[in-house]
């Protein structure tokens, strides 16, 4: 324990003072302080470099309040304004392009668009290939504007539904058997043979 002595003494009188055995020694001295202050040094270096680093990929992905890059976030959706690679595939309810140009995919090998049904399965598959274009399906339709089939193709039949049918070409066409229509009409001023 330590004990205080207080000692009043005259002016021009010398007095020592007894020694404090003990003397506590507040705070960090020594290895510990180097230690401490490194430490923080680091923390500090750290923490501009993570900065930095943030600030340079949001520089490079051309982040923005609206999106990335040339990927923006709308109401309707997402709206990707130029060209883009899609190295996995790619799943949208609706693709439109804009008003003014077409849409267009490329790939090296085929384009292949498949539907699928609420169970994940495949009910429908087109496929673009460099020779040849396949499609998949129960029925394959093609309608004009006006939204009127115009060829439907299915495992029973194939109809084309316009008004005229016109075969153009040096053979014209073969039928093996008999064929069965309303009229057969020879352009104006042609023979019909």
């Given amino acids: ?32 302080k180097r230690c401490l202050y490194l430490f923080v040094l680091l923390l500090l270096i750290i ?15 051309w982040f923005s309040p609206t999106g ?11 709206r990707l304004e130029g060209e883009s690679e899609f190295l996995f595939p790619l799943y949208a309810k609706e693709i439109h392009s804009r008003v003014d140009s077409s849409l267009l995919l490329q790939s090296t090998h085929n384009v292949t668009v498949n539907a699928r049904n609420s169970n994940g399965e495949v009910t ?4 673009v290939g460099p020779k040849m274009v396949e499609f998949h ?3 394959f339709q093609i309608n004009s504007k006006d939204g009127k089939p115009l060829f439907t193709v299915d495992e ?11 075969v153009t070409g040096p053979e014209g066409a ?6 069965e229509t309303p009229l057969v009409k020879a352009e104006a001023f ?3 043979r």
């Fill in 68 to 78: 990335m890059g040339h990927l923006r976030v709308t109401k309707e959706g997402l």
């Fill in 190 to 192: 042609k023979q019909l």
């Fill in 124 to 127: 429908g598959r087109l496929n």
């Fill in 47 to 61: 923490l501009v470099v993570n900065f930095s680093l943030t600030i340079w990929i949001l520089k490079v992905m």
């Fill in 1 to 32: 324990m330590v004990r205080e002595q207080y000692m009043t003494t005259t002016p021009g009188t010398s007095l020592e003072r007894p020694k404090n055995e003990y003397v506590y020694k507040i705070g960090i001295y020594g290895w510990r």
């Fill in 156 to 166: 029973n039949e194939v109809v084309i539904g316009t008004d005229k049918l016109r």
């Fill in 174 to 179: 073969l039928f093996e058997h008999s064929v």
């Fill in 137 to 139: 399906s129960q029925q």
